[in-house]
């Protein structure tokens, strides 16, 4: 790597480090806590890449980049941030940054990009309307990896014509990120439209719907759930739309190519839906933005007069704990059932045992009590596998070994669970359905289909 890089960041610990891998890679460094500093070296003509924290002692680094651009075009900015939030993201894009990068970020990672950002002469777009929305008003909020990742996809596709389908379970927000897509695109100022089954039912539906959606955005909810009378529609209505066409979403919580292998949805109208596939993940897999989450549906009742609220403790180690089938909205109610029904402005753990103890969930409580995380009993179970060795390590290959045991009884319970339906199994685990094949055939796994009452 080769180049001059301008860091600006208040904290020291992140110069230092940034400084010193950057030198170690062959580049030359100028670091500073201060935005005017930054910007006298930019004016200077200093630097061939710009990696800037957003909160800054004197500023925030987000407004300074039209100032970067404008003072030295061309020149990437890299945008390391710890408020994490869509707004962010969506905000540096809006802003032309080469990239967003959430606190803490991964450095082998952020070398990557500061290598791509100085190989590659960065396209000079034209410079958008600022967002003015506020960020409070937004429920998508997260810091785990997986929702960065989203928040990078929906800032990259927000302003192109493809269609996008936004896959998750069911209240994870698949509708919001639609919405968001639109509320901070260039057809902002245009309707946004959602169509359900009951919106299709007459051949004069689609019609109305683009009469509705005057080239703004339509989003389409649950496709998996349409008819093919419904879905029928939507393929003519693609094919028939001309210029001032409005973008096209569609949500589902089904696995469209399971449900196309069944027959039940056209595949056609997947391809036509298809541009860009946006996947929501569910809570069990973010689980470390439950207490963001959760702070700010408190914050959230209580600007809307609720009392005041408190999760803390063994109280909130219980709600990350729990499995939340229903995801994010389920969490927004309990903890909303929680302001209204706690006795002090702390939540206590029996409380919100008593609000969970009435919810649905895929497995019990695991913390504390009577239950226990997978984690923690398989771990009990290997460390009894060492100590009856003796001091001795076990026989070599042990990670494909254990791996093998753990695979079989969860396959074979999924597969019993779906009846043996392997489209089903497949969908279940979250794998490929000739990956599940291979698996069932080198576990020497049995597979008898029969219907299962579910």
């Not at 269609?163 to 379970?169: D, W």
């Not at 919106?199 to 759930?225: T, Y």
Request: overall charge neutral.
């Amino acid at each position: 790597m080769d180049g001059t890089i301008l860091v600006a960041d208040d904290d020291r610990t992140i110069r230092t480090v940034l400084t010193q891998a950057l030198t170690r890679a062959g580049c030359k460094v100028h670091a500073t806590s201060s935005l005017v500093t930054l910007m006298r070296w930019v004016e200077e003509g200093k630097g061939d890449l710009v990696i800037s924290d957003v909160v800054m002692p004197d500023g925030n680094g987000l407004e300074q980049l039209p100032k970067i651009a404008e003072a030295r075009p061309g020149l990437p900015v890299i945008v390391i941030s710890a408020q994490n939030t869509i707004m962010t993201a969506i905000q540096a894009a809006e802003a032309d940054a080469y990239d967003y990068l959430p606190k803490p970020f991964d450095l082998p990672d952020l070398m990557k990009r500061a290598a791509r950002a100085l190989e590659v002469k960065r396209r000079v777009t034209p410079k958008r309307d600022a967002v003015t929305d506020d960020a409070s008003d937004l429920p998508l909020v997260g810091r785990t990896v997986a929702m960065q990742a989203l928040y990078r996809l929906v800032a990259r596709v927000m302003n192109t014509a493809l269609p996008v389908l936004i896959v998750g379970e069911s209240g994870t927000g698949k509708s919001l990120i639609g919405r968001a897509i639109h509320d901070f695109s260039d057809r902002r100022s245009l309707p946004f439209v959602t169509v359900t089954g009951v919106d299709l039912e007459s051949i004069d539906g689609p019609n109305a719907v683009l009469s509705r959606a005057k080239g703004g955005s339509i989003l389409f909810d649950e496709v998996g759930d349409l008819d093919d009378q419904a879905q029928a529609r939507i393929v003519r209505m693609l094919d028939s739309l001309g210029d001032n066409a409005p973008r096209i979403m569609a949500t589902s919580q089904a696995n469209l190519n399971g449900l196309m292998e069944q027959g039940t949805f056209r595949e056609d109208l997947f391809y036509r839906l298809g541009g860009v596939t946006v996947t929501v993940p569910s809570l069990r897999e973010r689980v470390d933005d439950i207490p963001l989450l959760a702070d700010h549906f408190l914050a959230r009742a209580e600007r809307e007069g609720a009392p005041l609220r408190r999760l803390g403790g063994s109280a909130l180690e219980l709600v990350r704990a729990y499995s939340w089938p229903g995801n994010v909205r389920q969490l927004e109610n309990a903890v909303r059932r929680l302001v209204f029904t706690a006795a002090e402005e702390d939540i206590s753990r029996a409380e919100v045992e008593l609000v969970l103890g009435n919810q649905p969930a895929m497995e019990p409580l695991r913390a504390g009590g009577e239950g226990e995380k997978l984690s923690s009993s398989v771990g009990k179970h290997l460390q009894r596998y060492f100590d009856l060795h003796g001091g001795v390590l076990p026989p070599p290959g042990l990670y494909n070994r254990i791996l093998k045991e753990v695979e079989a009884p969860l396959i074979e319970i999924a597969l019993d669970a779906t009846g043996g339906n392997q489209a089903k199994c497949a969908d279940l685990l979250g794998i490929n359905r000739n990956t599940l094949r291979k698996k069932i055939t080198d576990l020497d796994i049995r597979v008898t289909r029969r219907r299962k009452l579910m």
